[in-house]
């Protein structure tokens, strides 16, 4: 079964600044791969994907996520953040051939001005 | 629009009084889940439907109940809840369960 792993559980950020969300996963398999977001008192919405292809992916709102196979990796990064980027951050991942979504604990990111 | 629709957003109940959280989505999907979320755990799958007539397991299924009579629909049942289902709770849907999930906005359960 696949796992995910967010290192880290709080981050906080002023505004401007660059924010890197660290993710790991483990899998024997071939995976999928997401980012959600879930602003204050809402769902989640989904801030981009990877299925295959380029490793580098672009996402809602100027955020960027790349996969490393070899570390197993999918780490989430937005090079300046703004107030409205406070939120709580979920990765995710699922086997190419199965149905079932496992989320990691989520990473709750606060921005300051 | 686009949208899941759960009802009711908050409730307050007691142990062991059945309850029923609605889901509905006007996307056509075939793939219907529920989660709960609590602090520290992120989102637990508590069951998932395929399609119609079409449910199974997810990590965290004792003490509920779903159905899935319509596409649209998939509500989730807490036949006699207990304090430890208190919890936030999101239904979610997409298509063929290819891992884009659109959320509902979440409904919070307390048993007292």
């Known amino acids: 079964a696949q796992s995910v792993t967010q290192l880290d559980s709080q981050v906080p950020v002023f505004e401007e600044a660059p924010v890197e969300l660290r993710c790991n996963y483990s899998s024997s398999v071939s995976v999928y791969l997401f980012w959600y977001v879930q602003y204050p008192n809402q769902g989640l919405q989904l801030l981009l994907k990877y299925l295959s292809g380029s490793t580098l992916v672009k996402g809602i709102n100027g955020f960027e996520a790349e996969f490393n196979k070899s570390q197993t990796s999918f780490h989430l990064r937005k090079p300046s953040v703004h107030i409205s980027d406070t939120a709580e951050y979920f990765c995710?991942?699922?086997?190419?051939?199965?149905?079932?979504?496992?989320f990691g604990a989520g990473t709750t990111v606060t921005v300051r001005a | 629009e686009a949208q899941v629709t759960q009802n009711p957003r908050y409730l307050i109940t007691v142990t062991g009084k059945k309850l029923t959280v609605t889901c509905s989505q006007n996307?056509?999907?075939?793939?219907m889940s529920w989660y709960r979320q609590d602090p520290g755990l992120g989102l637990r799958q508590i069951y998932y439907?395929?399609?119609?007539?079409?449910?199974d397991k997810g990590d965290v299924p004792e003490g509920y109940k779903v159905s899935r009579k319509e596409k649209r629909n998939f509500p989730l049942i807490l036949e006699s809840p207990s304090p430890n289902q208190t919890s936030l709770y999101f239904c979610a849907s997409s298509f063929a369960g290819n891992g884009e999930l659109f959320f509902g906005e979440g409904s919070r359960l307390t048993v007292l």
């Open positions: 996307m056509n999907h075939e793939y």
């Open positions: 995710a991942v699922s086997l190419t051939n199965d149905y079932k979504l496992s």
């Open positions: 439907s395929m399609n119609v007539e079409v449910t």
